[in-house]
């Protein structure tokens, strides 16, 4: 079990920067691998960035070089750095904490972000 809150999303021109926080509480953090979904309007969900245990990172095509993934095991909170947001970076985001060897899979209550001019 593991109870997730994102917050720090909001609206941001484009070419400005935002920095999403998601904190956990109820597990031990460090076992879990971390991720960051989007799902912009009328789209599907998509994976942004992930990070595992052991801090090895991984992007969607669209987002590298822009967005940084981080986690800090000892607050229990795994970060999303964006820069040089675009308009199509609008979408609601949502932290994931995943168990695989397990089976489990939880999902915070997501956080608006709005590229805008």
């Known amino acids: 079990q593991v109870q997730l809150v994102e917050s720090g999303g909001g609206l941001v021109q484009p070419g400005g920067s935002l920095r999403l926080s998601c904190a956990a509480s109820?597990?031990?953090?460090?076992?879990?691998?971390m991720g960051w979904y989007r799902q912009p309007p009328g789209k599907e969900r998509e994976l942004v960035a992930s990070?595992?245990?052991?801090?090895?990172?991984n992007y969607a095509d669209s987002v590298k070089g822009r967005f940084t993934i981080s986690r800090d095991n000892a607050k229990k909170t795994v970060y999303l750095q964006m820069n040089s947001l675009k308009p199509e970076d609008t979408a609601v985001y949502y932290c994931?904490?995943?168990?695989?060897?397990?089976?489990?899979?939880?999902w915070g209550q997501g956080t608006q972000v709005t590229v805008s001019s």
């Open positions: 994931n904490a995943q168990r695989v060897d397990r089976g489990w899979s939880f």
């Open positions: 109820g597990s031990i953090f460090s076992v879990y691998y």
């Open positions: 990070i595992t245990s052991d801090a090895s990172t």
